[in-house]
């Protein structure tokens, strides 16, 4: 592989401006349903000026309020990063420097950055079979070097019970494997954490401050590890991995606990009025999480593009044909959607 033959970056909802030339419909006519992003984010408090002056330091107390958070015990590294995405770019570099290549299984579908960062650094990538994962087959868990998980998926909101994925981190780690478990869609007090077990040897657990708080554009993350991985990713990732304003908003929001339960209660009820809607809707039955519904559909093409025309965007996917909606928002959406729902044709 040359510099000029690298696989493709992929494609992500939040494609605002794409849709505008392609719909011809003006941006301030849009609702994006595209993301799975809390559409009700975390309050933003003014930055102080120092805060933009000065250098963000290392000593800022900022792990120990990630740790805290997440519910991380004390032997676990407590990473900010710019968003998961940070993350999962600089772990391939990390693995590769202390292990070498290898094979790396992940979730298809699942969040496509993680297969193409491991492929770009020249890591072998196979999906996790779907069946194996059901009928106990370790073949291929013993065949990969690192498997990456996303709990719960993205798209589909498959969640893994806790004590199949540490079973999976021991038998990796008997020959010096790793578990990523990419948790961006899961709030941190959540039982199907895995954060709580980090400090393990060969465990890696991504935190991302973007779609529970409701602010990707922040770019925000946490990476719960062991100190081993913990210091070569530190290294990989170089001096100032979060700017100060973004470091200083993460220690506000991680300890407003009252904001996170209010949030969370309200996500779960969005949540299951967004199925209700789309099943009333005669879309049939949806999976997802807090923050995104989905299903498959023979006619997911026809839909979005429906969907489009009347300037509601919904994130399409091709293998297998499912649409993912994102949570609308005001009443206002909420009716908007209800109305161009219940006018598509049949
Ligand atoms: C499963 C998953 N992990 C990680 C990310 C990266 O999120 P961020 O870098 O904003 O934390 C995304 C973004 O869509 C995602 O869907």
């Excluded at 493709?8 to 494609?15: A, D, N, Y």
């Excluded at 299984?105 to 650094?121: I, K």
Aim: hydrophobic share 45%; proline share 7%.
């Amino acid at each position: 592989m040359t510099a000029f033959d690298l696989p493709e970056s992929p494609e992500h909802g939040g494609r605002l401006q794409a849709a505008i030339q392609r719909w011809g419909i003006p941006r301030e006519q849009w609702l994006d349903l595209s993301t799975g992003i809390n559409p009700v984010p975390w309050p933003v408090p003014a930055i102080p000026p120092e805060v933009w002056q000065r250098l963000p330091e290392p000593d800022d107390g900022l792990e120990e309020i990630i740790r805290s958070w997440a519910g991380a015990p004390e032997r676990a590294s407590c990473l900010p990063v710019a968003g998961s995405q940070a993350a999962i770019m600089a772990l391939p570099a990390v693995r590769a420097r202390v292990h070498g290549l290898g094979r790396v299984a992940v979730p298809v579908p699942g969040y496509r950055e993680h297969g193409h960062a491991w492929r770009r650094a020249g890591f072998e990538v196979v999906a996790i079979p779907e069946q194996a994962i059901e009928q106990d087959d370790l073949t291929w868990l013993d065949s990969v070097d690192v498997v990456v998980w996303i709990q719960p998926n993205n798209p589909t909101g498959q969640l893994m019970p806790v004590a199949q994925l540490l079973f999976w981190r021991e038998r990796l780690q008997a020959r010096g494997g790793w578990l990523i478990v990419d948790e961006a869609f899961l709030p941190a007090y959540e039982q199907l954490s895995l954060a709580g077990e980090a400090g393990i040897h060969g465990l890696v657990v991504l935190k991302s401050m973007g779609k529970f708080f409701g602010l990707a554009g922040l770019r925000a993350g946490a990476v719960i590890t062991d100190t081993g991985i913990g210091r070569v990713l530190a290294l990989e990732l170089g001096a100032w991995p979060v700017s100060g304003p973004a470091g200083y908003l993460m220690r506000n929001m991680l300890q407003d606990r009252v904001w996170q339960i209010q949030a969370l209660s309200s996500l779960v009820d969005q949540s299951r009025r967004l199925r209700d809607v789309l099943s009333v809707a005669g879309l049939g039955v949806s999976n997802g999480t807090v923050l995104f519904r989905y299903m498959l559909h023979s006619r997911a093409i026809e839909i979005r593009d429906q969907l489009a025309q009347a300037g509601i965007l919904v994130r399409l996917f091709e293998n297998p044909l499912a649409i993912r909606f994102g949570l609308p928002g005001s009443e206002e959406n909420w009716s908007r959607l209800e109305k161009t729902l219940a006018s598509l044709d049949s």
